[in-house]
């Protein structure tokens, strides 16, 4: 089985504040992806990687960062953060490898709260 | 434009009555499809998914969805719900490409009547 996981359930933080959400997977994945979920807008992508120290723009990239120096472990930086980020960040991962089906295993999420 | 649309926000059902989630989708080629099931405080976890072949897809738990191209839609079924089934249910629309996105409807959350 998949295992994707991440560092933290629940993560308080202040405003202006620099945080890393961590994300593991265990199943030699090329692609991982970062996600925040909000009511009402489902999940919305912030940045993909397909490759170890590649990444591209999701479709609300603002606000965030992401570093992956190992093909297993991808994190989502903010590199200030604001009461605006608050909310669930999921991170998922998927095999790639020129793969023509993508199904995407998901981690438990973090919840973040920005004060 | 790729999209997902589910239109029903919020369904309560009693417990043993049939279920159905709709879930319509626009996307320019042929796709894939997915139902994902996000318990309460989880992440998601995939259900069913359609890529070829069958158009009736057999999933955990007892789902089924059906793949209508010429109504663009993938509904989620079961015959008989439980408790447990309550969580909240997205639909989802990717493409044949290795580093494909996969777009997510704004989910439709289950409430089981005892």
């Known amino acids: 089985d998949v295992k994707v996981t991440q560092s933290s359930r629940y993560l308080v933080k202040r405003t202006g504040e620099k945080v890393f959400l961590e994300c593991v997977q265990d199943?030699?994945?090329?692609?991982m992806f970062w996600y925040r979920q909000d009511p009402g807008l489902g999940l919305r992508l912030i940045y993909f990687?397909?490759?170890?120290?590649?990444?591209e723009k999701g479709d609300i990239p603002e606000g965030y960062s992401v570093s992956r120096e190992k093909k297993e472990r991808f994190s989502l930086i903010l590199e200030s953060a604001s009461t605006n980020q608050t909310s669930m960040y999921l991170c998922?991962?998927?095999?790639?490898?020129?793969?023509?089906?993508?199904?995407?295993?998901f981690g438990p999420g973090t919840r973040l709260l920005v004060l | 434009a790729q999209s997902v649309t589910q239109p029903d926000i919020h369904i309560t059902v009693s417990e043993g009555a049939s279920l159905e989630l709709r879930c319509n989708y626009s996307?320019?080629?042929?796709?894939?499809l997915f139902w994902y099931v996000q318990s309460p405080g989880q992440g998601l976890q995939l259900l069913l998914k359609?890529?070829?072949?069958?158009?009736l897809v057999q999933g955990i738990k007892g789902f089924e969805a059906e793949f209508k191209r010429s109504q663009s839609s993938f509904n989620l079924r079961k015959p008989s719900v439980h408790w447990s089934d309550a969580a909240e249910y997205f639909c989802?629309?990717?493409?044949?490409?290795?580093?494909?996105?996969?777009?997510f409807g704004s989910g439709t959350r289950l409430s089981i009547r005892p």
């Open positions: 998922a991962s998927s095999l790639g490898q020129g793969a023509t089906e993508e199904t995407q295993y």
């Open positions: 199943m030699d994945h090329e692609n």
């Open positions: 990687s397909y490759d170890v120290k590649m990444k």
């Open positions: 996307y320019g080629a042929t796709p894939y």
């Open positions: 359609y890529f070829s072949g069958d158009t």
């Open positions: 989802a629309v990717g493409g044949y490409s290795s580093a494909s996105k996969i777009i």
